[in-house]
């Protein structure tokens, strides 16, 4: 896994068996034996991209390292309904405990990567890529950044430690746009960070007032229509021209998955789409016995 490490996946996961089972899952201990053996299968029900198998296969075996999981689709691999992507074999008690805590770690990175794959797939002969960003679930961060990246999109700062972004509040707070970039640059030197600078503009006054100063890796165009955002790409590429400097072009702000394109083709690097994360839908998949 890219971001986590296996032993702070193992702390999320003993915290959701606590939330799922309590003190007992007295369901299942109320009709099936303990000696009871059993199989079930991941039945995808829709079609995407998989993710959350690696995750899965932590899961099962922190709950029951006896617990033996046969997988037929890896994470990233394009799925159909009617897909299995694994079954596991072992002690029914086990399976049935396992079971929900699996499928909805699964389905969330699989609707993510599934609507990452949709996103990008849209733009990929532009050279543009798509970035998710701070909009996610608490606690599962990582996981969703994960499949986000699982699903061919591309990963924006993890948390507020691993770039500088002054946004709308940082620069009015700051003074104006070249307080907030040199007092970035400043920061950095301070502290001996090589971080990132990326700077948010709302129009040409800022853009050519983040230029002047001459301090930002990126800019990001806030909530620019795809015409402001072809003169703002021109106006950047002309600068970079004249300085021999080159700078980085994000656009953000209400950009769906039918105005994705028209932000590409305006000339950008990156386009940001909260909605990978903060409003995806799942994709739909079941854990099934398998009869003999």
């Known amino acids: 896994m890219k971001y986590i490490s296996k032993e702070e996946l193992r702390k999320l996961i003993a915290q959701w068996f606590r939330e799922d089972i309590g003190d007992g899952d007295h369901t299942s201990l109320s009709c099936i034996l303990p000696t009871e053996m059993g199989c079930q299968q991941l039945i995808l029900k829709d079609d995407g991209i998989l993710a959350g198998v690696e995750v ?3 899961v099962i075996n922190y709950f029951d390292p006896e617990l033996r999981m046969e997988v037929f689709i890896e ?3 394009q799925v159909k309904k009617g897909d299995i992507a694994f079954r596991v074999y072992g002690r029914v008690l086990s399976l049935l405990q396992v079971e929900r805590t699996m499928l909805n770690i699964m389905q969330r990175m699989s609707g993510i990567a599934t609507t990452a794959h949709r996103y990008q797939s849209l733009i990929a002969d532009t050279g543009c890529r798509v970035l998710d ?3 996610t679930t608490p606690g599962l961060r990582l996981l969703e950044k994960e499949a986000v ?3 061919g999109g591309t ?9 500088i972004l002054l946004k709308d509040n940082h620069v009015d707070f700051a003074g104006g746009i070249s307080n907030a970039i040199n007092g970035a640059k400043e920061y950095c030197k301070k502290n001996n960070k090589d971080l990132k600078i990326e700077i948010e503009v709302r129009n040409e006054s800022e853009i050519k007032q983040a230029l002047a100063t001459n301090g930002a890796d990126r800019i990001m165009l806030d909530n620019f229509t795809p015409e402001r955002t072809k003169e703002a790409v021109a106006i950047i590429r002309q600068w970079e021209k004249e300085n021999s400097r080159h700078i980085e072009i994000e656009s953000s702000g209400g950009i769906t998955i039918d ?3 028209d932000y590409a083709l305006a000339g950008v690097d990156f386009v940001s789409v909260g909605a990978l994360t903060h409003s995806v839908k799942s994709l739909d998949m079941s854990f ?5």
């Not at 990963?155 to 770039?163: C, K």
């Open 56 to 58: 899965a296969r932590e």
């Open 75 to 77: 994470d990233g691999a």
């Open 133 to 135: 960003t701070r909009k």
């Open 149 to 151: 990246s699982i699903g």
């Open 155 to 163: 990963n924006h700062r993890i948390g507020l430690y691993d770039m």
């Open 259 to 261: 105005t994705i394109r």
């Open 288 to 292: 099934k016995a398998v009869k003999n």
